[in-house]
């Protein structure tokens, strides 16, 4: 069976902010014919990219009302031969794994657009990132947002690849160009660190190709081999690829992919380059690189590893168990000593991102539904908490959290916006935070029972760590310093409010997210279940 | 016999805490500006009024609960499916039944006067809406506490009055020891909840913890699979054979249960956090702090009596430390002189008797202590406050005295509460606590024999008499103070009338527990909330029959005795504040005093142990972090850049005449090259579109050739 083209929404939805980086571009070339102003062509840039971000939202709400959530094959499938030399296709389509995903890369990819304007940043404020090389800004935001959604829809693994590092090249001049004083520190070294999983995953999919039985492109020609997904998952061939220097070849693939996919998530011990990318990104990067970019590296997992993997990610589940453990816990434990109010966010990033570990690697139904909807989440609490820590950042030009006090009194509405995203964050029941993370332990604890227990335990740390943050920077004597900061402006509200609304409105009704997911994710892990003796 | 048992949907149930959850809503998102606008009076107006509607609606559900058939009262409104993974499922549901349709009553009813009360308390305060919006939020989670169909829900409650517990006693956060205070509390209560969390994640994969592959779309859980209390009690004759660890699960599930009530009831070893809470405004820790959230744990134990009672162990240990709370608490409480620290100490100690009922089995007993005590308790934190506002904000008992003679009302309910809590049979406090004795002492189903637990707790007894009375003296007696050369008024009504109606139920609330010797009859309560416990009704007893009939009375006269001596020596000791003896023993034995005084030094050991080794792993965690992963990284990175270093200086030494010549090409182009090195992102760009292009080009035509 093959998928045959059934609709080009997803093209559409992945291509629009392509356009709106090729329309910003012309112009930019145009500007020594025709002399604009700079102004216009900063206005210009921002109009072209709420509309480059805002059509994928609104496609995104036709995609998820178009999904049928009882199937759990791919939908919405384009699928064309684009290289045929190497078999590769454009090959496109979401299941119910997929189709979470890029909703949530259009709701953050938004929201990050809007916190890009310099809406109520101060007039003398000219360093301020939102100012600076606007053209050039936006148009690698929206070549960042294509590549997103890009890695989510892919069905081929070559055209997967690509957008994995077309990805790269946009992220790293965003950080390296608009970030801060570290910049070129950060950028350089989440560029490599990526990087050096790419070719991890590029030997991976190389392999994989050459293992690959021969079969038919969608328009019918015979391949020798293939980057398919769909028929690499269904291809024995994957499963046992044979011995190379003596060892089971198909484990070192997984290994390879994992360790690939697990510099992104990031996964200790790969994950120290997540926190100074964070510190020196501008706000709404940040925002993207926690709602979105983290989560490529665990839809990577199970993309690739559960589903054309599936005996080795059995062979492999103790170890993503433990490691995820160990995020969750050592993550939280760093957040302890952290100064630097977006340093703590960051690891509370990993420490998060660590549930999701552990849900998949159980491979019980409520484990795997927990760690997608953890995936889901987090990207909803973590851009929430990356724009709080941006707000007291564009006012007091630093985040120093023992350098603040008091903030309550002054900026009160700022205060229950952070408080609520701190509680969802922490997990408080009744906020969305709760339902992922009551799943994903929910399910570990039958397989993983001791490492459950500790796991658990980090709700402890995290509450320390948030609440003590709270403490420090929001309760106490007013700093007299700080005195005059004006509370959150029309831009921040319109950027947290949604969120906040997500995390209430998913905290007390998430079916509509679980829904759209669990058939796919069930009939997922369903093989490894049996395979384990469930 | 197995008696038939119907549910009876009901489609109201969801007001009672959807109303208060629109009043936090209100007032916490336009009450300033209301506030600055109007003044009080629409804060007052939404946030007093809506539980008032809610304890209105709770009290026309519990009438027509009380028109069920005794054994069907159960009413559920169910609302929608909260979320639903292959067979784990939770509703929105409400339920009430004769225990949680008990709690909703005290909650709303008390939770309602306090807040009329504190239109009195907090009237010159500038965040006064901010005040009733978390007060309101906190009736809301508390009601979804105690309504909640589910264990889920009951947590989504249980975590939700601990974040309001934690806003309101920081309320006054700009000290910053209110804020500590507030921070320690929610800490606190978060490893009581881990332990909620994994005895919830042992019972469920206990009842159900394995799937089977039905159907197509996926799982179903194999057997019958609830986390609804309802549906529990069912599925534990089957799960009780099973282990964990080698140890059996129920017992397990029971005490990691236990681990999150002692940290939301303060028992050893978590209590530590409640007398620091009273840093809270005064109406917070009457409702909070001593009627309401803290009996929280007492009713989930209750809630799953049908789990403990399969577990002796379970039980043991949660009568152990309640009579040992009981007794701890009850020592501190004698040498405190702050008002509020008298009264936590006191709360602690009173939990501790109520776990020593649901510990033993006699859950009624357990649950009646904690309604009587909700009345008596919260009557006597708000007469403290009432004292605290006429001392312009002193709490300190020792710069009171006199006072009874300005402050007739607040006097005279403190009394009241006073003999209540003491055990004196004119009062309800003396059913509930006496009852709770008895069982203890009648108890044969523990691993410790039943006397030894009535002992304790009986000499706690005397200690409890002893300390309230002292108080009361202190305060009220003697010659009136005072306060910056004014003596203390008397309240407004809206703050007596709240100390009448509360010390009258303080009182009243006896009828309910008037036990079967004196009467013939069960006590109404123990009939009331039988249904509920009937799991728990054939546990074994020492005595029964008329052997019992005789010994309680007894029993009852002991308990008598010790309260009418502990009254009697903090009468000699404090009357008139005129017996020197008090401060020549605490001189005398100053160790001792200052030893129980500073609360034998538990803070200050935990933070010596627990708190400095949590920080310290923070600590070492970051620094592992900083310097050894990430200086992996960075050194790879040196590997990296000093290979490129080694390279240069082979490039340079040894091949070096033919390459002097290619470098200088190299370098010729480099100089060129540069120039394209605009740094105007255009032409960048430009250049990528234009490598693109040529890419694509060269590999058409490539893929010509090999095609």
Same mark, same amino acid.
């Given at each position: 069976?093959?998928?045959?083209?059934?609709?080009?929404?997803?093209?559409?939805?992945?291509?629009?902010?392509?356009?709106?980086?090729?329309?910003?571009?012309?112009?930019?070339?145009?500007?020594?014919?025709?002399?604009?102003?700079?102004?216009?062509?900063?206005?210009?840039?921002?109009?072209?990219?709420?509309?480059?971000?805002?059509?994928?939202?609104?496609?995104?709400?036709?995609?998820?009302?178009?999904?049928?959530?009882?199937?759990?094959?791919?939908?919405?499938?384009?699928?064309?031969?684009?290289?045929?030399?190497?078999?590769?296709?454009?090959?496109?389509?979401?299941?119910?794994?997929?189709?979470?995903?890029?909703?949530?890369?259009?709701?953050?990819?938004?929201?990050?657009?809007?916190?890009?304007?310099?809406?109520?940043?101060?007039?003398?404020?000219?360093?301020?990132?939102?100012?600076?090389?606007?053209?050039?800004?936006?148009?690698?935001?929206?070549?960042?947002?294509?590549?997103?959604?890009?890695?989510?829809?892919?069905?081929?693994?070559?055209?997967?690849?690509?957008?994995?590092?077309?990805?790269?090249?946009?992220?790293?001049?965003?950080?390296?160009?608009?970030?801060?004083?570290?910049?070129?520190?950060?950028?350089?070294?989440?560029?490599?660190?990526?990087?050096?999983?790419?070719?991890?995953?590029?030997?991976?999919?190389?392999?994989?190709?050459?293992?690959?039985?021969?079969?038919?492109?969608?328009?019918?020609?015979?391949?020798?081999?293939?980057?398919?997904?769909?028929?690499?998952?269904?291809?024995?061939?994957?499963?046992?690829?044979?011995?190379?220097?003596?060892?089971?070849?198909?484990?070192?693939?997984?290994?390879?992919?994992?360790?690939?996919?697990?510099?992104?998530?990031?996964?200790?011990?790969?994950?120290?380059?997540?926190?100074?990318?964070?510190?020196?990104?501008?706000?709404?990067?940040?925002?993207?690189?926690?709602?979105?970019?983290?989560?490529?590296?665990?839809?990577?997992?199970?993309?690739?590893?559960?589903?054309?993997?599936?005996?080795?990610?059995?062979?492999?589940?103790?170890?993503?168990?433990?490691?995820?453990?160990?995020?969750?816990?050592?993550?939280?434990?760093?957040?302890?000593?952290?100064?630097?109010?977006?340093?703590?966010?960051?690891?509370?990033?990993?420490?998060?991102?660590?549930?999701?570990?552990?849900?998949?690697?159980?491979?019980?139904?409520?484990?795997?539904?927990?760690?997608?909807?953890?995936?889901?989440?987090?990207?909803?609490?973590?851009?929430?908490?990356?724009?709080?820590?941006?707000?007291?950042?564009?006012?007091?030009?630093?985040?120093?959290?023992?350098?603040?006090?008091?903030?309550?009194?002054?900026?009160?509405?700022?205060?229950?916006?952070?408080?609520?995203?701190?509680?969802?964050?922490?997990?408080?029941?009744?906020?969305?935070?709760?339902?992922?993370?009551?799943?994903?332990?929910?399910?570990?604890?039958?397989?993983?029972?001791?490492?459950?227990?500790?796991?658990?335990?980090?709700?402890?740390?995290?509450?320390?760590?948030?609440?003590?943050?709270?403490?420090?920077?929001?309760?106490?004597?007013?700093?007299?310093?700080?005195?005059?900061?004006?509370?959150?402006?029309?831009?921040?509200?319109?950027?947290?409010?949604?969120?906040?609304?997500?995390?209430?409105?998913?905290?007390?009704?998430?079916?509509?997210?679980?829904?759209?997911?669990?058939?796919?994710?069930?009939?997922?892990?369903?093989?490894?279940?049996?395979?384990?003796?469930? | 016999?197995?008696?038939?048992?119907?549910?009876?949907?009901?489609?109201?149930?969801?007001?009672?805490?959807?109303?208060?959850?629109?009043?936090?809503?209100?007032?916490?998102?336009?009450?300033?500006?209301?506030?600055?606008?109007?003044?009080?009076?629409?804060?007052?107006?939404?946030?007093?009024?809506?539980?008032?509607?809610?304890?209105?609606?709770?009290?026309?559900?519990?009438?027509?609960?009380?028109?069920?058939?005794?054994?069907?009262?159960?009413?559920?409104?169910?609302?929608?499916?909260?979320?639903?993974?292959?067979?784990?499922?939770?509703?929105?549901?409400?339920?009430?039944?004769?225990?949680?349709?008990?709690?909703?009553?005290?909650?709303?009813?008390?939770?309602?006067?306090?807040?009329?009360?504190?239109?009195?308390?907090?009237?010159?305060?500038?965040?006064?809406?901010?005040?009733?919006?978390?007060?309101?939020?906190?009736?809301?989670?508390?009601?979804?506490?105690?309504?909640?169909?589910?264990?889920?829900?009951?947590?989504?409650?249980?975590?939700?009055?601990?974040?309001?517990?934690?806003?309101?006693?920081?309320?006054?956060?700009?000290?910053?020891?209110?804020?500590?205070?507030?921070?320690?509390?929610?800490?606190?209560?978060?490893?009581?909840?881990?332990?909620?969390?994994? =005895?919830? $994640?042992?019972?469920?994969?206990?009842?159900?913890? %394995?799937? #089977?592959?039905? !159907? /197509?779309? @996926? +799982?179903?859980?194999?057997?019958?699979?609830?986390?609804?209390?309802?549906?529990?009690?069912?599925?534990?004759?089957?799960?009780?054979?099973?282990?964990?660890?080698?140890?059996?699960?129920?017992?397990?599930?029971?005490?990691?249960?236990?681990?999150?009530?002692?940290?939301?009831?303060?028992?050893?070893?978590?209590?530590?956090?409640?007398?620091?809470?009273?840093?809270?405004?005064?109406?917070?820790?009457?409702?909070?702090?001593?009627?309401?959230?803290?009996?929280?744990?007492?009713?989930?134990?209750?809630?799953?009596?049908?789990?403990?009672?399969?577990?002796?162990?379970?039980?043991?240990?949660?009568?152990?430390?309640?009579?040992?709370?009981?007794?701890?608490?009850?020592?501190? =409480?004698? $040498?405190?002189?702050?008002?509020?620290?008298?009264? %936590?100490? #006191?709360?602690? !100690? /009173?939990? @501790? +008797?109520?776990?020593?009922?649901?510990?033993?089995?006699?859950?009624?007993?357990?649950?009646?202590?904690?309604?009587?005590?909700?009345?008596?308790?919260?009557?006597?934190?708000?007469?403290?406050?009432?004292?605290?506002?006429?001392?312009?904000?002193?709490?300190?008992?020792?710069?009171?005295?006199?006072?009874?003679?300005?402050?007739?009302?607040?006097?005279?309910?403190?009394?009241?509460?006073?003999?209540?809590?003491?055990?004196?049979?004119?009062?309800?406090?003396?059913?509930?606590?006496?009852?709770?004795?008895?069982?203890?002492?009648?108890?044969?189903?523990?691993?410790?024999?039943?006397?030894?637990?009535?002992?304790?707790?009986?000499?706690?007894?005397?200690?409890?008499?002893?300390?309230? $009375?002292?108080?009361?003296?202190?305060?009220?007696?003697?010659?009136?103070?005072?306060?910056?050369?004014?003596?203390?008024?008397?309240?407004?009504?809206?703050?007596?009338?709240?100390?009448?109606?509360?010390?009258?139920?303080?009182?009243?609330?006896?009828?309910?527990?008037?036990?079967?010797?004196?009467?013939?009859?069960?006590?109404?309560?123990?009939?009331?909330?039988?249904?509920?416990?009937?799991?728990?009704?054939?546990?074994?007893?020492?005595?029964?029959?008329?052997?019992?009939?005789?010994?309680?009375?007894?029993?009852?006269?002991?308990?008598?005795?010790?309260?009418?001596?502990?009254?009697?020596?903090?009468?000699?000791?404090?009357?008139?504040?005129?017996?020197?003896?008090?401060?020549?023993?605490?001189?005398?034995?100053?160790?001792?005093?200052?030893?129980?005084?500073?609360?034998?030094?538990?803070?200050?050991?935990?933070?010596?142990?627990?708190?400095?080794?949590?920080?310290?792993?923070?600590?070492?965690?970051?620094?592992?972090?900083?310097?050894?992963?990430?200086?992996?990284?960075?050194?790879?990175?040196?590997?990296?850049?000093?290979?490129?270093?080694?390279?240069?200086?082979?490039?340079?030494?040894?091949?070096?005449?033919?390459?002097?010549?290619?470098?200088?090409?190299?370098?010729?182009?480099?100089?060129?090259?540069?120039?394209?090195?605009?740094?105007?992102?255009?032409?960048?760009?430009?250049?990528?579109?234009?490598?693109?292009?040529?890419?694509?080009?060269?590999?058409?035509?490539?893929?010509?050739?090999?095609?």
């Amino acid at each position: 069976m093959d998928y045959e083209t059934t609709s080009q929404l997803l093209t559409w939805i992945t291509f629009v902010p392509l356009m709106g980086t090729g329309l910003i571009a012309v112009v930019l070339l145009l500007k020594p014919v025709v002399k604009f102003s700079k102004g216009f062509l900063d206005n210009f840039s921002r109009a072209i990219a709420i509309i480059g971000a805002g059509i994928p939202l609104a496609l995104c709400v036709a995609l998820w009302s178009q999904f049928d959530s009882s199937n759990t094959g791919l939908q919405m499938v384009h699928h064309l031969v684009w290289i045929q030399a190497f078999n590769i296709e454009y090959f496109v389509g979401v299941d119910g794994l997929s189709v979470t995903m890029v909703a949530l890369t259009g709701i953050v990819s938004f929201i990050a657009t809007i916190a890009s304007m310099p809406w109520g940043i101060a007039k003398d404020d000219d360093h301020h990132f939102s100012r600076r090389s606007v053209p050039g800004y936006m148009a690698l935001l929206l070549l960042l947002e294509s590549a997103m959604f890009g890695v989510f829809v892919a069905q081929d693994f070559f055209l997967f690849y690509v957008f994995w590092e077309l990805m790269l090249l946009p992220m790293y001049f965003l950080i390296g160009i608009w970030g801060g004083p570290r910049r070129e520190y950060a950028a350089i070294k989440f560029f490599l660190y990526t990087l050096a999983g790419s070719v991890l995953m590029l030997l991976a999919m190389i392999a994989m190709y050459f293992t690959s039985s021969p079969t038919t492109l969608i328009d019918g020609t015979k391949a020798a081999h293939t980057f398919n997904f769909v028929k690499l998952a269904a291809d024995p061939a994957i499963r046992d690829m044979g011995l190379l220097w003596g060892m089971d070849l198909a484990k070192m693939v997984w290994i390879g992919l994992f360790i690939g996919f697990a510099i992104k998530i990031p996964m200790f011990p790969f994950h120290t380059w997540l926190p100074d990318a964070h510190v020196e990104a501008p706000t709404p990067i940040s925002v993207i690189l926690a709602g979105v970019l983290l989560k490529m590296g665990t839809y990577g997992i199970l993309r690739v590893n559960f589903m054309i993997l599936p005996d080795q990610t059995v062979w492999a589940r103790y170890g993503i168990a433990v490691f995820g453990v160990i995020n969750i816990v050592y993550a939280a434990f760093v957040c302890m000593a952290q100064k630097d109010l977006k340093k703590l966010i960051a690891y509370s990033s990993v420490s998060h991102m660590g549930f999701v570990l552990l849900g998949m690697a159980a491979f019980t139904p409520q484990g795997i539904s927990g760690a997608v909807y953890q995936m889901w989440s987090h990207g909803i609490i973590s851009p929430a908490l990356f724009l709080i820590a941006g707000v007291i950042y564009d006012r007091a030009h630093h985040r120093e959290i023992n350098g603040f006090g008091g903030l309550a009194k002054i900026m009160p509405e700022y205060t229950a916006l952070m408080g609520l995203s701190f509680m969802a964050s922490l997990g408080l029941p009744g906020l969305n935070g709760f339902i992922a993370e009551a799943l994903c332990f929910l399910g570990a604890f039958p397989v993983f029972t001791t490492l459950t227990v500790i796991a658990a335990s980090g709700v402890i740390i995290t509450a320390a760590y948030y609440l003590w943050t709270i403490q420090r920077m929001f309760l106490g004597p007013v700093n007299e310093k700080y005195k005059n900061l004006n509370d959150v402006n029309w831009r921040e509200r319109l950027t947290l409010y949604p969120l906040i609304a997500g995390m209430l409105f998913l905290g007390f009704y998430p079916m509509p997210v679980l829904n759209m997911m669990n058939n796919t994710l069930h009939t997922l892990v369903k093989p490894l279940a049996n395979a384990i003796g469930l | 016999m197995e008696v038939e048992k119907t549910i009876t949907e009901i489609s109201y149930l969801w007001l009672i805490p959807f109303f208060p959850a629109i009043g936090a809503f209100i007032s916490g998102a336009f009450g300033k500006r209301l506030q600055a606008k109007w003044g009080k009076a629409p804060i007052i107006a939404v946030s007093v009024t809506l539980p008032w509607i809610s304890f209105v609606i709770a009290l026309v559900a519990f009438i027509k609960l009380l028109g069920l058939d005794e054994n069907s009262r159960t009413m559920v409104t169910h609302l929608w499916t909260w979320f639903d993974v292959a067979g784990a499922k939770a509703g929105m549901a409400f339920a009430m039944d004769p225990l949680s349709g008990m709690m909703t009553m005290i909650v709303t009813f008390v939770g309602s006067l306090i807040h009329i009360y504190s239109i009195g308390y907090m009237h010159d305060d500038e965040s006064f809406w901010r005040f009733f919006s978390h007060l309101n939020m906190f009736l809301f989670a508390m009601l979804m506490l105690v309504l909640g169909d589910n264990i889920l829900l009951m947590f989504v409650g249980w975590e939700g009055v601990g974040l309001c517990s934690y806003l309101l006693i920081g309320f006054w956060y700009t000290d910053v020891n209110n804020a500590k205070a507030g921070m320690k509390a929610f800490v606190v209560n978060r490893i009581g909840d881990f332990g909620f969390l994994v =005895g919830f $994640f042992i019972l469920f994969w206990a009842v159900g913890g %394995a799937w #089977s592959h039905a !159907s /197509q779309s @996926g +799982y179903t859980m194999s057997g019958h699979f609830t986390i609804t209390f309802r549906e529990l009690p069912a599925m534990m004759d089957a799960i009780a054979g099973k282990e964990l660890w080698g140890i059996p699960v129920l017992t397990l599930v029971g005490i990691f249960f236990f681990i999150g009530a002692t940290g939301k009831s303060a028992q050893i070893p978590l209590y530590v956090w409640l007398p620091d809470a009273m840093a809270g405004p005064t109406p917070v820790s009457a409702l909070i702090h001593a009627a309401t959230m803290v009996t929280a744990g007492v009713y989930m134990v209750a809630r799953f009596n049908f789990l403990y009672i399969h577990s002796p162990t379970a039980m043991t240990i949660i009568a152990v430390v309640g009579v040992a709370t009981a007794f701890f608490a009850a020592t501190i =409480g004698v $040498f405190q002189y702050d008002i509020k620290k008298v009264l %936590a100490y #006191s709360t602690v !100690s /009173q939990l @501790g +008797y109520m776990f020593v009922g649901v510990g033993v089995g006699a859950y009624w007993a357990g649950s009646y202590h904690l309604l009587t005590h909700a009345f008596f308790k919260a009557c006597l934190f708000l007469g403290a406050g009432s004292v605290i506002m006429a001392m312009h904000h002193e709490q300190d008992m020792r710069k009171m005295g006199g006072l009874g003679k300005v402050m007739p009302i607040t006097k005279w309910t403190y009394l009241i509460a006073c003999i209540t809590i003491a055990g004196f049979p004119i009062a309800s406090g003396f059913y509930s606590k006496d009852e709770i004795l008895w069982q203890a002492f009648n108890s044969d189903y523990l691993l410790v024999p039943g006397w030894s637990i009535w002992l304790v707790g009986f000499i706690a007894a005397a200690l409890t008499s002893f300390y309230m $009375f002292r108080s009361y003296y202190m305060t009220f007696t003697g010659t009136t103070v005072k306060v910056h050369g004014h003596e203390p008024q008397e309240q407004k009504p809206v703050i007596t009338i709240v100390l009448a109606t509360l010390a009258m139920f303080a009182v009243l609330t006896m009828v309910l527990g008037i036990p079967q010797w004196l009467t013939g009859a069960n006590p109404v309560l123990e009939h009331f909330l039988a249904p509920v416990f009937e799991a728990a009704e054939n546990l074994p007893k020492v005595f029964t029959g008329e052997a019992a009939h005789h010994i309680e009375p007894w029993m009852a006269l002991a308990s008598i005795a010790v309260a009418t001596l502990g009254w009697i020596v903090a009468r000699w000791l404090y009357k008139d504040r005129k017996n020197p003896l008090p401060l020549k023993l605490k001189e005398r034995f100053s160790g001792i005093h200052k030893l129980i005084y500073n609360k034998y030094y538990v803070d200050e050991a935990y933070h010596a142990t627990a708190v400095r080794g949590f920080l310290f792993t923070g600590r070492a965690a970051s620094w592992f972090d900083r310097v050894i992963v990430d200086g992996m990284v960075n050194f790879t990175g040196r590997i990296g850049q000093g290979l490129c270093v080694i390279d240069g200086l082979i490039d340079k030494y040894i091949v070096d005449g033919a390459v002097n010549l290619l470098a200088g090409i190299v370098h010729f182009f480099g100089d060129q090259l540069r120039k394209v090195q605009t740094g105007k992102l255009p032409s960048y760009l430009a250049g990528f579109a234009l490598g693109l292009t040529i890419l694509i080009v060269i590999s058409q035509f490539l893929f010509d050739v090999y095609a």
